[in-house]
């Protein structure tokens, strides 16, 4: 399973850091295609239970709140929320007169996951408008595929400590506490490198500011898992979906640039 994850990994991040740095549209159809998919197989892990989520809805939501941060900033964020929120009340109430049980709960469920995976998912696409933001992309997603690394790895060697038993047994203070240690210093590697592989001065990437932006992401972001696991448990599965091999689905591979995206972009955000 290691081999097979490494391998598609080497594979993919020629492409993903090239989309990264290439911005723009191909950048937002990327992103759209991670979260509407990652939209999808959350209401999946729903579906397996019975419920009866507005799937479609909640897609086409979510690319309509990317598209919408892409061209309008955070603009029509309001206004687009209020629309499928009712939108999606209706199309429940519509349901539950065709023999739907649960139509409340359905439609919990389909904003829920609209809000977390749409609305959240939009950082990233904020983020990489940012001064220097396909640097800063880049910059916290090395910090959480480090993290995870030196947490996999410090676990499986001195792991004793159980971090969340029921949400994920496996994971472990030790592990834990590795990959803040080993996202922390990434991230201040990284704002040295950077600077450098541009030939000029990046604005606020300093190793200070990658350092702390590297620790807030490896101590925060791995929630982001946790509360994916959250859904998993409850479904019953072990992945959200098969989409990569060795990786899982959409949703496993997102679930912490979801709560990176949101950290580094009010970071930034904050610097003078």
């Known amino acids: 399973m290691l081999k097979q994850r490494v391998l598609v990994a080497i594979l993919l991040l020629p492409v993903g850091i090239d989309l990264i740095f290439l911005g723009g549209l191909p950048y937002l159809l990327v992103v759209a295609f991670f979260m509407a998919t990652a939209v999808w197989e959350y209401a999946n892990l729903f579906t397996t239970l019975g419920q009866r989520p507005a799937r479609w809805l909640m897609m086409l939501g979510a690319v309509v709140l990317l598209v919408s941060r892409f061209f309008a900033g955070f603009r029509y964020d309001a206004h687009l929320l209020t629309a499928l929120a009712l939108l999606t009340l209706v199309y429940h109430m519509a349901d539950y007169e065709r023999g739907a049980p649960q139509s409340a709960t359905d439609f919990a469920i389909s904003l829920s996951g609209v809000l977390y995976i749409g609305l959240i998912g939009a950082y990233m696409v904020s983020l990489r408008q940012m001064p220097n933001g396909a640097w800063w992309v880049l910059l916290s997603l090395s910090t959480i595929w480090a993290a995870d690394s ?67 992401i490896s101590i925060l972001a791995p929630l982001g898992d946790l509360g994916e696991s959250l859904f998993k448990r409850q479904a019953g599965v072990k992945d959200s979906g098969h989409l990569l091999p060795g990786h899982g689905g959409a949703f496993d591979r997102v679930d912490s640039w979801l709560w990176a995206g949101v950290i580094a972009y009010y970071f930034l955000s904050m610097l003078p």
């Open 150 to 216: 030196g947490a996999y790895f410090a676990g499986r060697a001195w792991g004793k400590h159980k971090l969340s038993p029921r949400l994920s047994p496996k994971k472990t203070w030790e592990g834990y506490l590795a990959g803040v240690l080993t996202g922390t210093l990434t991230g201040a590697a990284l704002a040295v490198v950077f600077p450098l592989l541009a030939s000029h001065p990046l604005a606020g990437m300093t190793v200070g500011h990658g350092a702390l932006l590297g620790a807030l």
